[in-house]
Structures are given as structure tokens and as C-alpha cells.
């Protein structure tokens, strides 16, 4: 027990030494998503469409595969939205999708909203912690996949449509673009600034996922990456949702601040803390080495 714990530290220490840029890295993305360029990556200015195109060519960079329409899956808003987030039925938005393969084609899912809620006159919503923050995680395990090729492949899932009511989510959902019934695991993160009170894990009492939270739980008990790790049950409030059912489904959002706002102006990437980012990073990059 002593020998696998030092073990396991000897190997952190190894991965932090490695990855020292991790929240530069997660920086850079989520200042890049909030500029007034992004326009809030709603429909006004076709915002979501310019951080669909930046997110894919961060994928492309970080060696991911494409999936779908070159990295795209392209679905239609079916009702017309007055507040923020603004649509207007039949406009087009888009997924950005993509792979790495291991040396198994069993598959752990990660996935985050890109999208945010626009603009509400000349008033823009950046979204740092809603969800640029989840974006750039993504992006960044997609990264280290890269850099360490696994036993499992990895599948990094960019939804559109999320404040509008999980609409991208759910179009993958019923047209997906893997075998759902390969997929060990899907983690959805959505609100990733912050975290001075730990994480919380949605859907985390279910026979299939249990053992997943109860594994990134024991993880953290030896090394207290996170203040806690806290659990609920599943709720309709991100794009894990939908696949519930299909496969084990989780989501994980940070408990506490700094952050600049929810759902407001406010929400900037200034206002967004990254002091526990590298720590959440190394809590899951271990429990990806144990599953
Ligand atoms: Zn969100």
C-alpha cells in the first residue's frame, strides 16, 4: 500500500514537472473565447460559428482526428429564442468533434459547451466560466492525450446549442457519431473557473458511474487536489444529460469561486480564477491513469 502510494506520487510529480503550463495553456483559450471577436459565441455575428472554427484548429493542433463533416456535426435550432441566448429557428450552429485512437477502440469521452449566450443589444456575454473554462479543459486533455498515447481511445466533443436548452448535445445524442456502447466513461465539464470548495460530480450515484466517482474520490483522498468531491444525483442541467442512458455519464463542475459572474456580463476572463486548475488537472489525469 505504501510502495503503490509512493509510487503514485513519484508519478504525479513526474506529470506536474511535465505539464507546468497546463493553466498558461487554459489561459490563452479562454482569453481567446471571451474576446470581443467571439461576440459572446452566440448567433448574433455568427459568434458561435467564429470559437467553432477557433476550437477546431485547436483541435487539429493538438493532434485530434476528425470526426464527422471535418470535425463538424451541423444541426438547426427548431424554435425561435427572444432572450439571450438569442435564436432564431432554422439557424444553423455546429459540434466540433474528434478523436484520438489508443489500442483499443473503447472510448473515454470528454465533452464542454463552447457556445455562450451571445450578445443582448451591444452588450456581450463572454462566458469565462460558462463555459470557456470547461472548453479550454477539454482541449487541454486533449493535449496530453497527444503527448501520452493511451490504452483507451479518446473522443473530445465541443457542443454547440447548450444555453438554448442542451440542443447540440442532444442532436449528437440521437445521430451520434461513435458507438455509444463502446464508450467506458463520458465526462461533461461545464464551469471550471474557481473551485475553492472542490468539485461536484452530477449523476454520480448510479450503479454504472459510482465506482468511476468512487475511484476519482479515493484519488483525491491521498493527494487533496480538491477541497471535496461532492455528489448529486443526474440532472437535465448540462450536455451529459442525454447520455445517460447510453453509457456512463458524469459532470463535473468546481464548487466556489473566484469567478466573475453566472449568466452575466460579469463573467469575464479576468474575474476567472485558474489557482486550482493545475491541481483538478493532475486529480484527472491520475484517474485516467487508473481506469
Ligand atoms: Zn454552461
Known amino acids: ?12 510529480l513526474g ?18 473565447l471571451t474576446a470581443p ?10 459568434g458561435d460559428s467564429i470559437a467553432a472554427h477557433y476550437v477546431r484548429s485547436e483541435l487539429m493542433a493538438n493532434g485530434v482526428r476528425p470526426l464527422g463533416d471535418d470535425y463538424y456535426q451541423y444541426f438547426r435550432f427548431q424554435q425561435t429564442r427572444t432572450r439571450p441566448p438569442i435564436v432564431r429557428a432554422g439557424y444553423r450552429s455546429q459540434n466540433v468533434c474528434g478523436y484520438i485512437p489508443g489500442e483499443v477502440d473503447t472510448m473515454i469521452v470528454f465533452t464542454a459547451h463552447y457556445e455562450h449566450l451571445g450578445m443582448s443589444g451591444d452588450t456581450i456575454f463572454p462566458g469565462a466560466h460558462d463555459n470557456a473554462s470547461g472548453t479550454a479543459a477539454v482541449l487541454d486533455l486533449a493535449r496530453m492525450a497527444n503527448q501520452h498515447r493511451g490504452h483507451y481511445t479518446y473522443v473530445f466533443l465541443l457542443f454547440g446549442g447548450e444555453e438554448s436548452g442542451l440542443v447540440g448535445s442532444h442532436h449528437f445524442a ?15 465539464i461545464d464551469l471550471f473557473c474557481g473551485g475553492d470548495e472542490g468539485l461536484m ?23 487533496g487536489f480538491a477541497a471535496k468531491i461532492a455528489r448529486r444525483d443526474n ?17 463535473i463542475y468546481t464548487l466556489g ?3 466573475g459572474g453566472y449568466h452575466s456580463p460579469a ?19 491520475a484517474f485516467l491513469e487508473q481506469l
Open 15 to 32: 506529470t506536474t514537472a511535465l505539464h507546468a503550463q497546463d493553466s498558461t495553456y487554459a489561459r490563452r483559450i479562454i482569453r481567446d
Open 235 to 251: 440532472a437535465p442541467n448540462s450536455d451529459h444529460y442525454w447520455f445517460a442512458g447510453e453509457c456512463p455519464a458524469i459532470f
Open 257 to 259: 469561486g473566484p469567478y
Open 201 to 223: 460530480v452530477v449523476n454520480a450515484n448510479s450503479r454504472e458511474t459510482q465506482p468511476y466517482v468512487d475511484l476519482l474520490e479515493r484519488i483525491n483522498d491521498l493527494h
Open 267 to 285: 463573467d469575464t476572463c479576468s474575474g476567472c480564477g485558474l489557482g486550482n486548475y493545475h491541481s483538478f488537472m493532475t486529480l484527472l489525469r
Open 37 to 46: 471577436e467571439m461576440y459572446g459565441r452566440g448567433m448574433q455575428n455568427r
Open 1 to 12: 500500500m505504501v510502495r503503490i502510494a509512493r509510487l503514485l506520487t513519484l508519478l504525479l
Open 174 to 188: 440521437l445521430n451520434p457519431l461513435i458507438e455509444l456502447s463502446k464508450v467506458k466513461l463520458l465526462v461533461n
